[in-house]
């Protein structure tokens, strides 16, 4: 998108990362109350489901693995999100601790694997927006193509090794939808 763009391909579904893409990073959030979007979050969502793409969440939820929440309170704040954005298509995270070793916590490409075949879409039709490195990773892992939004967490070392970036999540998605479909956008 930024500095590395792809000619017009074909997009099928975007899956998001939620904290820091979608919602305000809250670590280990587990008040539906304490949710608050991110500019531009309900537009962009908007915007794909009027041009008929498919949307997901893929997300690392180690505080469940850490005790710090439970199933049913991230499970709380994903619906929230998922109400104030006005539905997405699937929800798929890791309650994992990264010492587990899993397959599903980003940047290995469990996640997103899933959320396309919940979607039923291949996860090479899919783009997986984040925050931080292990987001574009992990849709390499399985796939897909990356979008990085640089926030203040990000590493200078991960948006110089993105595939494409974006200043915030509306643009991201603008520029996405220009490439795709026929450029409609």
């Known amino acids: 998108m930024s500095r590395r763009t792809a000619d017009r391909v074909r997009v ?3 899956l998001f990362d939620r904290d820091g893409t979608l919602v305000e ?5 587990g008040d539906p109350e304490r949710v608050r979007l991110l500019p531009g979050a309900k ?23 850490r005790g710090l929440l439970t199933d049913a309170d991230v499970r709380r704040v994903n619906d929230r999100v998922d109400a104030l954005l006005g539905g997405l298509g699937t929800w798929v995270y890791c ?3 990264p010492d587990d070793g899993c397959g599903c916590r980003k940047p290995r490409p469990g996640l997103v694997i ?24 992990a849709a390499r892992a399985a796939g ?5 939004i640089p926030t203040a967490v990000t590493l200078p070392e991960e948006v110089e090794a993105a595939p494409a970036t974006a200043p915030d999540l509306l643009t991201a998605v603008n520029r996405l939808l220009a490439q795709t479909q026929g450029g409609r956008r």
């Open 12 to 14: 099928a579904a975007v």
């Open 25 to 29: 990073d809250v670590p280990y959030n």
């Open 95 to 97: 309650p994992h601790v």
């Open 114 to 137: 899933e959320a396309a075949r919940r979607l039923g879409v291949a996860p090479g039709d899919c783009v997986v927006i984040g925050d931080i490195g292990a987001d574009v990773l």
């Open 144 to 148: 897909a193509r990356g979008v990085l």
């Open 43 to 65: 537009r962009a969502l908007d915007l794909l489901r009027a041009e008929g793409v498919a949307t997901g969440v893929v997300s690392n939820q180690s505080g469940i693995g």
